[in-house]
């Protein structure tokens, strides 16, 4: 069976950093793109980072440019996003998806289970 696997969440005080992790089981994504969404208590789902298969390339939702990065090691099948200058306002639940064409919501192939990150103020 294919999972998605996130890790790395937890609680920090504001202006603190973690670092999630998602890896893949059952298959490899290295011919994917990647991505991070998250969804915070009442809100919809919404982007925060890509990364491309083939070049490396990146993208950023404009309330992460400059604090958050995503990358991503092929030959492990892992994703990971750091996360720096932590506000309270990053609180949600934190999901690895991955997609054959575009990282967006609509067009993802699967997405992982999720993995929580509260900041404090």
């Known amino acids: 069976q294919v999972h998605l696997v996130e890790s790395g969440g937890g609680l920090v005080q504001a202006g603190g950093s973690l670092r999630l992790s998602c890896a893949a089981s059952?298959?490899?994504?290295?011919?994917?793109?990647m991505g991070w969404f998250r969804q915070a208590p009442g809100k919809e789902r919404e982007f925060v980072a890509a990364?491309?298969?083939?070049?490396?390339?990146?993208a950023y939702a404009d309330s992460v440019k400059g604090r958050f990065t995503i990358s991503r090691d092929n030959a492990k099948d892992t994703v990971y996003l750091q996360m720096n200058s932590l506000k309270p306002e990053d609180t949600a639940l934190y999901y690895c998806?991955?997609?054959?064409?575009?990282?967006?919501?609509?067009?993802?192939?699967?997405w992982g289970q999720g993995t929580q990150v509260t900041v404090s103020s």
């Open positions: 998806a991955v997609s054959r064409t575009v990282v967006a919501a609509p067009f993802v192939d699967l």
């Open positions: 059952g298959r490899t994504f290295s011919s994917y793109n």
């Open positions: 990364i491309s298969r083939s070049n490396g390339n990146t």
